[in-house]
């Protein structure tokens, strides 16, 4: 029962203008996504290996809880 649904369903859909619009808005959204795939520029998404790992936006996510605590004119000394 279900499958004879669905079956008239696609067919009322193409038989009526809600078929082209559907297919219309697919193809712009494609366009869309292809010319924005086509005009990126991903030389900037890859850490280099001069930069920390830790230097990014969400930083303070992935940092150790000690050096994010201290302040910032504080020499930390190893013995």
């Given at each position: 029962?279900?499958?004879?649904?669905?079956?008239?369903?696609?067919?009322?859909?193409f038989l009526t203008s809600t078929g082209s619009l559907l297919i219309?808005?697919?193809m712009v959204g494609f366009a869309l996504l292809y010319a924005h795939g086509a005009f990126r520029v991903p030389d900037d998404l890859f850490l280099d290996d001069q930069e920390p790992a830790n230097a990014g936006f969400?930083?303070?996510?992935?940092?150790?809880?000690s050096s994010a605590a201290a302040p910032a004119g504080v020499a930390h000394v190893r013995w």
């Open positions: 029962m279900l499958g004879i649904l669905v079956v008239l369903t696609i067919v009322v859909i219309s808005a697919l969400l930083s303070f996510l992935g940092g150790d809880a």
